[in-house]
């Protein structure tokens, strides 16, 4: 079979609907809640799905994110799915995503990392994202299980201001097209004020970086997550300071961050350490409820310069739901 590949139509939601239920192996969130599938997969009549078809079906569907309006996006891989047999043609539609949507770069949050040497053989960049934290000074932890406690020195003088809307993002926003992924005021505005179902708090500092954070109260106390950093990277290391007092505000006992592009001496100079795959330290990442272990994500991107992944990439950091 020789397979072709084309966008989704505007009124095939049906045929995306059908497979994902025929060949996942589940109902699919992301198809199934329609504010989901409205918020990640809809630009106004558009669907953005790609399709692989051979001997007049559908073998195989690939569901992307766009992180900005311009005429060549960046964009996150987010569904992948094959036809049992299928997944060479798959992998071919893969390749043929970027050019069908027309993007400037493509990247995937959260593979699974037995995949990862494929996608490197592919020429793809695939890693581990890293995973940073920063503690309160505490005798006891609640939701962190501490075995080695370090706390580095919090340092940097840029304050952080919070942005309540998008008159005030569009002032104190300045976003760089030079970095990938390019995030514009557009996709700002969407992922952290009208995202459906989790509240985000967006904060600039006076030189136009923006990082985002979202607050989980768990166990009586609070964890502030740092799902997005947007900006120089080594201007991070300047935050420090104003990250402490923010914490200190949400009496958070810690602040944690998954992070590729920014690198692990800048987020010491801001007051976090790294959380290596053998830490001895336990930093939950799901927290309603509490799974006490230390989770890994990984990802791919086929523009590795300048570039940077964060935990609220793609159609990551969304409510566990089941349908």
């Not at 958070?252 to 976090?272: L, Q, R």
């Not at 959380?275 to 939950?284: H, M």
Request: hydrophobic letters at 40%; one cysteine or more; aromatic letters at 14%.
């Amino acid at each position: 079979m020789t397979p072709t590949f084309r966008l989704a139509s505007t009124n095939e939601k049906p045929l995306i609907t059908a497979f994902m239920d025929a060949n996942w192996g589940s109902k699919h969130p992301l198809i199934h809640l329609e504010d989901y599938f409205d918020f990640y997969y809809k630009n106004g009549d558009k669907l953005q799905f790609a399709f692989a078809e051979a001997d007049g079906e559908i073998v195989a569907i690939a569901g992307y994110i766009r992180a900005n309006e311009a005429e060549k996006p960046d964009i996150w891989v987010s569904i992948w799915c094959a036809k049992k047999g299928c997944n060479g043609v798959g992998l071919e539609l893969m390749a043929a995503l970027p050019k069908l949507a027309n993007a400037r770069s493509m990247s995937c949050n959260n593979i699974r990392p037995k995949t990862m040497a494929f996608y490197n053989f592919l020429c793809y960049y695939a890693a581990r994202m890293p995973h940073f934290y920063r503690l309160s000074d505490k005798e006891s932890y609640a939701v962190a299980q501490i075995k080695n406690k370090i706390i580095l020195p919090a340092s940097g003088s840029s304050a952080l201001t919070k942005i309540d809307d998008k008159a005030q993002l569009k002032s104190a926003y300045k976003p760089d097209e030079a970095l990938r992924p390019y995030k514009d005021l557009w996709y700002v505005t969407r992922r952290y004020f009208e995202y459906p179902r989790q509240k985000y708090d967006v904060w600039a500092s006076q030189n136009g970086e923006l990082l985002v954070t979202r607050t989980v109260d768990v166990n009586g106390t609070a964890v502030l997550r740092i799902v997005d950093y947007i900006g120089n990277p080594a201007a991070f290391a300047q935050l420090g300071t104003a990250i402490d007092r923010i914490m200190k505000a949400e009496n958070a006992e810690y602040a944690d961050c998954y992070c590729f592009g920014v690198n692990s001496e800048i987020f010491a100079e801001a007051g976090f350490c790294e959380r290596k795959e053998d830490s001895e330290n336990i930093i939950p990442n799901y927290l309603t409820p509490p799974l006490y272990e230390n989770t890994e994500y990984y990802f791919f991107t086929d523009a590795p310069e300048n570039f940077t992944m964060f935990k609220a990439d793609g159609d990551q950091d969304r409510q566990n739901v089941g349908y």
